[in-house]
């Protein structure tokens, strides 16, 4: 069975770091390979654990670069799982170690990272909501005994005076 080649760059990454426990800025960046490695094999527990390790040995030789990529990688590791608010404050404090050390393509891929992770809370916030109002239309029209327009009629007029007719039936009650 073939070996893909980041499971191959993994298990080299995990010889060298093992053979070599010097605490070093190579190291730590090292560390951070591996962690991305794991993170685009879906092994988020383990690149969770290389960036612990990472973040130990980069804040110790003050190698901002290192943590930097830690915070990066922390924040795709929870913008993953879902935690969209706490990947954008780890993309904020990466973009503030790149921009400790003028590294302005950290800084550019940090800021991207962070506006997606927005972008998907803002959605998240659109579709809440959606319900939200939805919720509300079915309480209005059954308080007013009104029915909603039907779907040719909402075609034909448009969406528009389809929220028209929402907001007069709502002010009607």
């Known amino acids: 069975m073939p070996v893909s080649a980041r499971t191959e760059g993994r298990r080299w990454l ?6 070599s426990p010097e605490p070093t800025q190579q190291r730590a960046r090292a560390l951070c ?5 794991a993170i685009l094999q879906g092994d988020l527990a383990s690149a969770a654990g290389r960036l612990n390790q990472a973040e130990i040995l980069g804040r110790r030789l003050d190698d901002e670069k290192a943590v930097g990529y ?5 924040g795709i590791i929870e913008a993953l799982q879902g935690h969209l608010k706490q990947a954008v404050s780890l993309y904020e404090e990466t973009i503030a170690h790149y921009q400790a050390v003028h ?9 991207l990272r962070k506006r997606v992770a927005e972008w998907e809370t803002e ?17 209005c ?13 909402m075609a034909s007029s448009g969406y528009v005076a389809c929220s028209r007719w929402s907001a007069r039936a709502c002010l009607r009650q």
Request: proline share 7%.
């Open 141 to 153: 029209l059954t308080a007013t005994g009104s029915s909603p327009p039907t779907v040719p009629s």
């Open 14 to 19: 995990d010889r060298l770091l093992a053979v």
């Open 70 to 74: 830690v915070a990066l990688f922390s």
């Open 33 to 37: 390979v591996a962690a991305w490695l």
């Open 123 to 139: 959605k998240d916030v659109l579709r809440k909501a959606a319900v939200y109002f939805a919720q509300e239309m079915g309480r």
């Open 103 to 111: 590294e302005p393509i950290g800084i550019a891929m940090a800021r």
